[in-house]
C-alpha cells in the first residue's frame, strides 16, 4: 500500500456521468437542491466535499444504493452562483475516500469515509514500480501522439510529475473514456495494481485509436476517388458541352447504372452487367459496338429480375373460373384444382410442368388461358411448332450479327413478372437439325432441379425460372423425346361427345359468334336440334373448332337473310338448317338392323372421334390365298393373319372344314377404302368375320366389339374407349363387347354414356365366338 488510512465526516455532491480523480482541477454547475445544501455545509466548514459518481446519470434524485462507494475528496477553491438557482464551482481533487456509512440522507448526503492519502515513495527503492511507470508514461505518449485528443499543456505536464500516484490519476484523466473504466482505476488504491490496469487500458485505447485511424484512412481514400472520379465527369461534361454532344455516352452509362443498381441482382451479376457499362462508357459515340452493348442492357433492364404479379390463390374461384369457361373436362380440372390446393397448403412449392395431350380443338390453349386468370398469372403464349434451331430457346451469343436472346427470355419480358405463366403451344410439333435440337435444350427450362438458374447463351447471367408455371400443349405424345417427356406431367384430354359439344355450343359458342356478327340475342334463335343436326352432319371432329366455324357461317349467312329481308328475328331449325348451311357434308352411321353371314360390326378410333366400322369376309373356292382391302396398315395385316392361325388351330370345334386354308380364299374388307385405318383393335373383329364367313353362320348385328388378340386366343386391352362406346351408342347398338382389362376405363365413364349400355368383358376369343356368332 502506498496510502495511509483515517476516517472523517464529510457531505456528498453526487456527479453524473462525471469521475473526479485526485490531483484533478475542474469546474461544473450544481443544480439540484441536495447538491447545493451539501456545497453551503462545506463552505460554512472547511470546503471539503466527496465527490461520488452515479450508477446511472440519468437518476435525477439518488439514493445511496444509486451511487458508487469510492470517490475522491476535493477542496471547493471557487464559487459562482448563477442566475437559474444554480451554482458554478470550481474544485481540485485531494485524494480517495470509501463510504463507511450514511449519517443523513436528508436535506443532503453526509457520510462517514475511510481516507486514503498517498505517501512518498521513492522509486529506486521499488524497480518494478519503475518499470510499471516507464510503461504507463511509453504508452501514454504513444497514444498522445496517434490522436489530437491530449491537449499539449496535459502532456507537458505528465513529463514533469513526480509522485506515481499523481501521474497515474493524470494519465488515467486524460486517456480513460468510459465512466465504469474511469470508476474501476479511482477504486483501485494500490498503486501496482492501478498502473497496471492503466497500462492495460491505454494499450486497448491505443488498439481502438488505430483501427479508427485506417477505417478513416480507407474512407478518406474512397472519398478521394469518388471526388476525383465526380471532378472528371463534371470536366468531361462540360467538354462535351462545347463539342455539342448532350447525348453522350458517358450521360447514358450513367442511367443504365441507375437503373440496374434498383434490379436487385446478384453481385456476381451485376460485375458482369456493369462491366458492360465500363466498356459502352470508353467506346467512342459512332462505334458499331455501342448498337450491340446497349440492345443487351436494354434488355436487362427490361427483364422482370424481382417482379412478381400477386398470386390469388383459392381454389373456390379456381374451380368457378374453370367452370364458366370450360364445359366438361373433368379430370383436367380436377388436377389443376390438385395443383392450387397443395400451392396453398406450401407456399415455396416449384412450379409443375402440366402437358395438355389431345386432338385438335378441344380447348387445350384456352384452359391455359384459364388457369392464368384464375391465379392471376401473366399469360405468355410461345408457339414451338416448326422450331428447330436451339438458339430460338437459350438465345444466340452476343459475339454473331443479330443475337437475340431465346424464346422464353424473350416470353419473361414480354409478361413483365417474374412468375407468369408460359404455355408452350405445340411441343410435340419440334424439329432438328444441323443446328441444333430444341427439345434437348427445353429439358433444362422444364427441370425444376436447374432451372433456377437458367442461363441464356445472350443474356449469359442467371435467371430463376422456379416460379414460372409451365403449360405444354401436344396433340400427341409420340414424337416428344422420352427425356423431355419425363419432366412433364401428362394429361389427356379425349374428344367431346355429342352431348358435351351440344352444350359447348349452346353456352360458348353460338354466343361468341353472335356477338362477333353482329347479331342480338334477340335476332337469332337456334333450335337444340339444329345445333345437334350441325354436330352430326356438318362436322366430324373430336373437338369444336370446325363446330365453331359452322355456327359463324350460319351468323354470316343469318345476318345477310335479316339485312336483305328486312327481317327482325330468325329462327333456325332442323328443318330450315340446310337453306343456311348447305347440303350435309357427312351421312349417320347406319345400323344394318338384320343379321348376316360375314359381316361384323367393329368399333375404331380416329383423331376426329370413334367410329363404327363393318368388317366384311368372305369366302371363296381357290388355293388359300389372305387377301385384305381397305387401306389396313400393319398392324391390321398382322391381326388378320393371327386370326387366320387362330381358327385353323380351333376349326374342329368351330365346325370348320379344317382344309379351309388350302381349299379357300378368304377376301377381308373393311369399308371406305379412301380412309387409312391401322391400329391394335380389329383383331377379335376380323376373327369373327372370318368364322362367320367360313361357318356359314350369322353374326348379331345389336352387337359391336373391339379387341386385339394373341395366337393363343386371348383378347388384349386396347385405348379410345369412350369415343367407342359412343360411336356405338350414336348408331343404336347396346351391346359392347371390350377386353376384360378395360373394365377400369368403362367404371371411369359418365353415367350418361354407360346409360342403356350393355358391356360385355371378354378374356379369350371363344367367349366372344360364343356372344356374337348366331347358333
Known amino acids: 500500500m502506498s496510502s495511509t488510512v483515517s476516517t472523517r465526516t464529510i457531505p456528498v455532491i453526487p456527479l453524473r456521468g462525471l469521475v473526479v480523480f485526485p490531483y484533478m482541477m475542474l469546474h461544473f454547475d450544481v443544480g439540484r437542491q441536495i447538491s447545493l445544501k451539501a456545497l453551503e455545509q462545506a463552505m460554512e466548514n472547511d470546503q471539503l466535499v466527496l465527490l461520488l459518481s452515479q450508477k446511472d446519470p440519468k437518476q435525477e434524485e439518488p439514493t445511496q444504493n444509486d451511487m458508487y462507494q469510492f470517490g475522491t475528496v476535493a477542496k471547493v477553491k471557487q464559487m459562482l452562483k448563477l442566475p437559474s438557482e444554480t451554482s458554478r464551482i470550481l474544485v481540485e481533487g485531494l485524494y480517495r475516500a470509501r463510504v463507511v456509512r450514511y449519517l443523513s440522507t436528508d436535506p443532503y448526503f453526509l457520510v462517514e469515509v475511510e481516507e486514503y492519502k498517498e505517501n512518498e515513495i521513492k522509486l529506486e527503492d521499488d524497480p518494478e514500480l519503475e518499470a510499471l511507470i516507464r510503461n504507463v508514461v511509453g504508452a501514454f505518449e504513444e497514444f498522445a501522439r496517434l490522436t489530437n485528443k491530449i491537449p499539449p499543456d496535459a502532456i507537458l505536464s505528465v513529463t514533469t510529475i513526480q509522485s506515481p500516484d499523481q501521474l497515474a490519476d493524470v494519465i488515467a484523466a486524460n486517456v480513460v473514456v468510459k465512466l465504469e473504466d474511469k470508476q474501476l482505476l479511482l477504486e483501485k488504491v494500490d498503486l501496482k495494481e492501478r498502473l497496471a490496469k492503466l497500462y492495460e487500458m491505454i494499450l486497448k485505447e491505443k488498439e481502438i485509436i488505430e483501427i479508427e485511424r485506417k477505417i478513416a484512412i480507407k474512407v478518406k481514400k474512397q472519398i478521394d476517388k469518388t471526388q476525383k472520379e465526380y471532378y472528371l465527369r463534371e470536366q468531361l461534361k462540360a467538354i462535351q458541352s462545347e463539342l455539342g454532344e448532350k447525348d453522350s455516352l458517358f450521360s447514358e452509362a450513367q442511367e443504365y447504372r441507375e437503373q440496374i443498381k434498383k434490379l436487385g441482382l446478384s453481385e456476381e451479376s451485376l460485375q458482369k452487367v456493369f462491366k458492360e457499362i465500363d466498356r459502352l462508357e470508353k467506346l467512342p459515340p459512332n462505334s458499331p459496338e455501342v448498337g450491340v452493348i446497349r440492345t443487351y442492357l436494354d434488355w436487362i433492364v427490361d427483364l422482370p429480375w424481382n417482379v412478381r404479379s400477386d398470386e390469388k390463390i383459392d381454389i373456390n374461384v379456381v374451380k368457378k373460373v374453370l367452370d364458366e369457361d370450360h364445359y366438361g373436362l373433368t379430370k383436367v380440372k380436377e388436377r389443376i384444382l390438385e395443383y392450387i390446393a397443395v400451392r396453398k397448403l406450401k407456399n415455396d412449392m416449384k412450379g409443375p410442368i402440366l402437358c395438355l395431350v389431345g386432338p385438335p380443338g378441344v380447348g387445350k390453349t384456352s384452359i391455359a388461358k384459364s388457369i392464368a386468370r384464375a391465379l392471376n398469372r401473366n399469360y405468355v403464349r410461345i408457339s414451338l411448332g416448326g422450331l428447330r434451331d436451339e438458339a430460338e430457346i437459350r438465345g444466340h451469343r452476343k459475339t454473331y450479327v443479330g443475337a437475340m436472346p431465346g424464346r422464353i427470355i424473350y416470353a419473361l419480358r414480354q409478361a413483365k413478372t417474374k412468375n407468369p405463366l408460359i404455355l408452350l403451344d405445340e411441343i410435340d410439333k419440334m424439329s432438328h437439325d444441323f443446328r441444333g435440337d430444341p427439345a434437348s435444350a427445353l429439358l433444362e427450362v422444364l427441370d425444376s432441379e436447374q432451372n433456377f438458374a437458367f442461363r441464356d447463351h445472350y443474356i449469359e447471367i442467371p435467371f430463376d425460372l422456379s416460379e414460372v408455371m409451365f403449360i405444354a400443349t401436344a396433340n400427341t405424345l409420340e414424337t416428344i423425346p422420352r427425356p423431355l417427356l419425363d419432366r412433364l406431367e401428362v394429361i389427356e384430354i379425349t374428344g367431346y361427345t355429342e352431348e358435351e359439344k351440344l352444350e359447348i355450343a349452346r353456352r360458348y359458342l353460338l354466343p361468341k359468334q353472335m356477338e362477333q356478327n353482329g347479331l342480338k340475342k334477340s335476332q337469332l334463335r337456334c333450335d337444340p336440334e339444329a345445333i345437334r343436326d350441325i354436330i352430326t352432319f356438318y362436322t366430324r371432329e373430336s373437338g369444336v373448332r370446325n363446330l365453331e366455324r359452322e355456327i359463324a357461317r350460319l351468323c354470316r349467312r343469318v345476318a345477310k337473310e335479316i339485312l336483305e329481308e328486312n327481317k327482325k328475328m330468325v329462327r333456325v331449325t332442323k328443318k330450315n338448317l340446310e337453306k343456311y348451311l348447305g347440303v350435309r357434308k357427312y351421312k349417320r352411321d347406319e345400323l344394318i338392323e338384320q343379321d348376316r353371314v360375314g359381316i361384323v360390326t367393329g368399333l375404331a378410333w380416329t383423331p376426329f372421334g370413334g367410329e363404327t366400322l363393318y368388317v366384311e369376309a368372305l369366302v371363296m373356292p381357290g388355293s388359300g390365298k389372305l387377301e385384305?382391302?381397305?387401306?389396313?396398315?400393319?398392324?391390321?395385316?398382322?391381326?388378320?393373319?393371327?386370326?387366320?392361325?387362330?381358327?385353323?388351330?380351333?376349326?374342329?370345334?368351330?365346325?370348320?372344314?379344317?382344309?379351309?386354308?388350302?381349299?379357300?380364299?378368304?377376301?377381308?374388307?373393311?369399308?371406305?377404302?379412301?380412309?387409312?385405318?391401322?391400329?391394335?383393335?380389329?383383331?377379335?373383329?376380323?376373327?369373327?368375320?372370318?368364322?362367320?364367313?367360313?361357318?356359314?353362320?350369322?353374326?348379331?348385328?345389336?352387337?359391336?366389339?373391339?379387341?386385339?388378340?394373341?395366337?393363343?386366343?386371348?383378347?388384349?386391352?386396347?385405348?379410345?374407349?369412350?369415343?367407342?362406346?359412343?360411336?356405338?351408342?350414336?348408331?343404336?347398338?347396346?351391346?359392347?363387347?371390350?377386353?376384360?382389362?378395360?373394365?377400369?376405363?368403362?367404371?371411369?365413364?359418365?353415367?350418361?354414356?354407360?346409360?342403356?349400355?350393355?358391356?360385355?368383358?371378354?378374356?379369350?376369343?371363344?367367349?366372344?365366338?360364343?356372344?356374337?356368332?348366331?347358333?
Open 628 to 775: 385384305l382391302t381397305g387401306q389396313l396398315g400393319d398392324v391390321m395385316k398382322e391381326s388378320a393373319k393371327a386370326a387366320v392361325s387362330i381358327i385353323r388351330s380351333r376349326a374342329k370345334e368351330l365346325g370348320i372344314d379344317e382344309n379351309f386354308y388350302k381349299d379357300c380364299d378368304i377376301h377381308i374388307h373393311v369399308p371406305e377404302g379412301a380412309i387409312p385405318k391401322d391400329g391394335p383393335s380389329a383383331g377379335i373383329t376380323m376373327a369373327t368375320a372370318m368364322v362367320s364367313a367360313l361357318s356359314k353362320r350369322k353374326v348379331r348385328y345389336d352387337v359391336a366389339m373391339t379387341g386385339e388378340i394373341t395366337l393363343s386366343g386371348r383378347v388384349l386391352p386396347i385405348g379410345g374407349v369412350k369415343e367407342k362406346v359412343l360411336a356405338a351408342k350414336r348408331v343404336g347398338i347396346k351391346n359392347v363387347i371390350l377386353p376384360f382389362e378395360n373394365k377400369k376405363d368403362v367404371d371411369e365413364l359418365e353415367d350418361y354414356v354407360k346409360k342403356d349400355m350393355n358391356f360385355i368383358f371378354v378374356k379369350t376369343i371363344d367367349e366372344v365366338f360364343d356372344i356374337a356368332i348366331v347358333k
